[in-house]
């Protein structure tokens, strides 16, 4: 009986485990997902630096600092125009500069955690979405990948339209393994796109029929 009930025991304890490894986890925000890189290669120091209506506000440094430039441009997980992010670091007492996704990945080097994961698939062209967390920004993961859920904009046309995705990252390749479609959460038409469906059953609108008996009546002469 006691070799039972310990067997039940590990049983639960199993599943528990199983269950809470898969309990999803949110990027809370496009900054902490960036604050969260660990390069692999040693640097004097580096800075991340979020430009916001032409404010620099230092994420985080890492290292001792030294002096740099502050950029007028840079690159953004979410793209507008009055914000955006760049990255200072300094190798050898020389300072380079990272305004620009593509040289992102080079940085970042062997993916780490969850957050550099999303921005690998980021440079894929998902989105963080901060504003639809529960849907485009999430993750979950296990001892092989990350399960990540994020955005994709796939017309910037009329209708503007997002779709997400659950996207897999192999912890010991690094590279995205699978990628599955989940369906739109955004689609926006404005008055003036064609294709809006709203005035397209307004032009289908039958004609009214004539009822004949509010026809004029005929009379004889």
Same mark, same amino acid.
């Given at each position: #009986?006691?070799?039972?009930?310990?067997?039940?025991?590990? #049983?639960? #304890?199993?599943?528990?485990?199983? @269950?809470?490894?898969? =309990?999803?986890?949110?990027?809370?925000?496009?900054?902490?997902?960036?604050?969260?890189?660990?390069?692999?290669?040693?640097?004097?120091?580096? @800075?991340?630096?979020?430009?916001?209506?032409?404010? /620099?506000?230092?994420? $985080?440094?890492?290292?001792?600092?030294?002096?740099?430039?502050?950029?007028?441009?840079?690159?953004?997980?979410?793209?507008?125009?009055?914000?955006?992010?760049?990255?200072?670091?300094?190798?050898?007492?020389?300072?380079?500069?990272?305004?620009?996704?593509?040289?992102?990945?080079?940085?970042?080097?062997?993916?780490? /955690?969850?957050? =550099?994961?999303?921005?690998?698939?980021?440079?894929?062209?998902?989105?963080?979405?901060?504003?639809? @967390?529960?849907?485009?920004? /999430?993750?979950?993961?296990?001892?092989?990948?990350?399960?990540?859920?994020?955005?994709?904009?796939?017309?910037?046309?009329?209708?503007?339209?997002?779709?997400?995705?659950?996207?897999?990252?192999?912890?010991?390749?690094?590279?995205?393994?699978?990628?599955?479609?989940?369906?739109?959460?955004?689609?926006?038409?404005?008055?003036?796109?064609?294709?809006?469906? $709203?005035?397209?059953?307004?032009?289908?609108?039958?004609?009214?029929?004539?009822?004949?008996?509010?026809?004029?009546?005929?009379? $004889?002469?």
């Amino acid at each position: #009986m006691k070799i039972l009930k310990n067997t039940g025991f590990l #049983m639960v #304890m199993l599943i528990s485990a199983v @269950v809470f490894s898969q =309990e999803k986890k949110k990027f809370t925000s496009v900054q902490n997902v960036l604050a969260q890189i660990i390069p692999n290669d040693k640097y004097d120091f580096w @800075v991340l630096v979020h430009n916001s209506y032409g404010k /620099n506000q230092e994420v $985080r440094v890492s290292g001792n600092k030294k002096e740099y430039l502050p950029q007028f441009s840079g690159f953004d997980l979410t793209p507008s125009e009055d914000t955006f992010f760049y990255i200072v670091y300094s190798k050898g007492g020389k300072i380079t500069y990272i305004t620009e996704l593509k040289d992102l990945k080079p940085f970042i080097g062997n993916i780490d /955690n969850a957050e =550099e994961a999303a921005l690998l698939a980021v440079l894929e062209g998902y989105i963080v979405d901060e504003e639809f @967390v529960d849907v485009a920004a /999430n993750y979950y993961q296990d001892s092989k990948n990350y399960y990540l859920d994020l955005g994709k904009v796939v017309s910037q046309e009329c209708p503007y339209q997002k779709k997400h995705f659950t996207v897999t990252v192999s912890k010991s390749t690094g590279k995205i393994e699978n990628e599955k479609e989940n369906g739109s959460y955004i689609e926006l038409y404005l008055k003036k796109c064609k294709n809006n469906p $709203r005035l397209l059953k307004i032009e289908k609108k039958p004609e009214p029929k004539d009822d004949p008996k509010k026809q004029p009546v005929k009379t $004889r002469r």
